[in-house]
């Protein structure tokens, strides 16, 4: 016993979070003896005792950690499930007790009489006025001293996507932020976007979310595009030059952790791959992710640990999961896909795409704002960002680029080939301008979404997110709104390329997709517009948002992967206020008939 009360306090000195003390706390890593890997989640997550992993990491303790740390062990050893049921009950509050909504003030949407469709009109002021149920902050004084939580702490207050995602996560908030500055709450906005440079100037990076179990691990890096929307917003030029050696320390992390060197010929190229070293479970998928290694065919010690990785590791990119990732393509019966994943040997179109927009933003932003620094120090930065710029189009038009197809593709490390699979992923340089001169043709450019338009005219709904049906979320038949949003952006910018309207009406078409995708969903499950359109007599709901749609079909949520389909949801929401805002004319669907939005002819 006095071994293990040494090991205790030695771990209480290391380790423990005084949540009245949350200021001082910040961990470099996941380290926590109880979110984190150790005797006490393997034991509980194994139990089985949630349906979903993520619920018993999101509950703070109810007692001091020591005491929680001393009844783990008064357990003993091969605890039967009872008594880890009755432990977690006597030690643990409810999931998400430490946080407590945020009361904002929403004014009547400025734009909203634009909306000339009076149901779609009805609806938008609903969306409008959700970021209300959906705005939090962490709140632990009500925890006893000692008591410890998964949360990392902010400031200020946040958007969360909605269902057990009790947290605001990374790349999900760009959408969000871009649905604020729709509805004019640049202030969350704001607070939004503090929070994350918070994190950046204390962790090095931005995690995947505000857990301590996303320590590990980032997800697409967006903070440069959220900066970008809000000064685009608001012309806050104080706040750009603050963001600046925030926004160069988060560059400084993926150019150390994730840049590889590639051969080809006589050259070497440098671009980025998403890559997590993760040699255990995640903690907010542990039993997932425990089955998924060691169950089925027996892995040697390196393979286990591989997978382990490459499964953080795709949770990083933020597809987690897809065909994208995987050696295996399509799902055989009895089989688990995930157990192929090859995700570190991906060199993915969309992260190289988003740190080309980085750096040559932040070659503008320097240049043109950059004014607390020395005019050689100014120069210096100006000059290196510029030349990364201008070295990773070179790569990307080496490796990435198709000029046969007319369309970028993810690159294999381990063939040391392009990955002929069509994804939205490929669109992400044309919405954010990363694009070589072969790109640019116009002989290019009439082709750039001739796929995308064959997917269209094939499937009624939104445009799905591969072509391969795997049973993984981020697959057929599931379409998601942010590759909604960035194919849409894609066509918009592609239009001003060729400088004509050629691909504006496919645009539309999208849109009025994931309009009324969202629209009927919700309607489906229980919303009504006062005046204009009943609820459903067989609905009890006041109507939901889903975080995925279903392509074969105008009225069904998205299915698969690892949790059930969430509501709520942040970035549906922000994606359908900027459609209502960017496009005219759209008319509410009938749900309960065959609707059909025919694809135009290019």
Not at 61 to 87: C, M, R, W, Y
Not at 588 to 598: G, K, L, V
């Amino acid at each position: 016993m006095a071994v293990f009360s040494f090991f205790l306090l030695l771990i209480l000195l290391v380790y423990a979070v005084d949540l009245n003390h949350a200021d001082d706390f910040t961990p470099l890593t996941c380290n926590s003896p109880i979110y984190c890997e150790g005797p006490l989640l393997k034991t509980v997550q194994l139990a089985k005792l949630f349906n979903d992993s993520k619920t018993f990491v999101d509950m703070p303790t109810s007692k001091p950690v020591d005491q929680v740390l001393e009844a783990f062990h008064a357990l003993g050893q091969n605890p039967d499930k009872t008594s880890i049921q009755s432990f977690v009950e006597t030690n643990f509050a409810k999931e998400g007790s430490e946080m407590k909504p945020h009361n904002i003030t929403i004014h009547p949407l400025e734009w909203l009489d634009k909306v000339d469709d009076l149901i779609y009109r009805g609806w938008i002021n609903s969306l409008h006025h959700a970021w209300s149920s959906l705005t939090f902050e962490f709140d632990t004084s009500h925890l006893c001293q000692g008591c410890v939580s998964s949360t990392l702490p902010v400031k200020r207050p946040f958007v969360v996507p909605g269902g057990r995602f009790r947290e605001f996560y990374y790349w999900d908030s760009y959408f969000v932020i871009e649905g604020l500055l729709q509805s004019g709450l640049n202030s969350l906005a704001l607070d939004m976007i503090e929070n994350f440079l918070d994190f950046v100037d204390t962790y090095g990076f931005m995690p995947n979310g505000a857990r301590i179990y996303y320590l590990n691990r980032s997800q697409p890096p967006f903070l440069v595009e959220m900066v970008k929307l809000y000064y685009q917003k608001t012309k806050d030029v104080d706040f750009l030059k603050r963001t600046l050696p925030v926004l160069d320390k988060e560059y400084t992390f993926w150019q150390k952790n994730t840049t590889v060197t590639i051969r080809q010929g006589d050259q070497k190229y440098k671009l980025n791959r998403y890559n997590v070293e993760n040699p255990s479970p995640r903690p907010e998928s542990y039993y997932e992710d425990y089955n998924t290694v060691y169950n089925g065919t027996n892995f040697t010690l390196k393979q286990q640990t591989d997978l382990f990785s490459d499964l953080a590791t795709g949770a990083e990119t933020g597809w987690d999961y897809t065909s994208r990732w995987t050696k295996e393509k399509e799902y055989v019966p009895g089989t688990d896909i995930l157990r192929s994943l090859d995700t570190r040997n991906v060199i993915p179109v969309e992260l190289n795409a988003l740190l080309w927009s980085m750096e040559s933003t932040l070659a503008n932003w320097f240049e043109e704002h950059g004014t607390d620094l020395t005019a050689k120090n100014r120069k210096r930065k100006v000059s290196f960002y510029e030349k990364q710029a201008t070295q990773r189009l070179e790569a990307m038009d080496a490796l990435l680029w198709n000029h046969d197809k007319s369309s970028f593709f993810d690159y294999n490390l381990t063939s040391k080939a392009q990955i002929p699979d069509y994804s939205p992923a490929s669109l992400y340089p044309f919405w954010l301008g990363a694009l070589p001169a072969r790109a640019q043709e116009s002989s290019s450019l009439q082709h750039v979404f001739d796929a995308t338009r064959e997917l269209l005219v094939k499937y009624p709904g939104i445009l799905t997110t591969t072509t391969h049906n795997t049973t993984m979320q981020w697959d057929f038949p599931n379409g998601w709104p942010p590759l909604q949003y960035i194919a849409m952006n894609a066509m918009i910018n592609v239009d001003k390329l060729l400088k004509k309207t050629r691909y504006t009406p496919l645009a539309k078409v999208l849109a009025e997709r994931a309009a009324a995708s969202a629209f009927c969903s919700w309607y489906l499950t229980g919303g009504s517009v006062p005046g204009e359109l009943q609820q459903l007599s067989n609905t009890t709901d006041s109507g939901h948002m889903f975080e995925k749609f279903d392509v074969r079909s105008l009225t069904a949520s998205g299915f698969g992967g690892e949790y059930a389909v969430q509501v709520g949801f942040g970035w549906t929401n922000g994606v359908t206020l900027w459609i209502f805002n960017q496009f005219d004319g759209l008319v509410a669907p009938n749900c309960n008939s065959t609707q059909i939005y025919q694809v135009p002819s290019l």
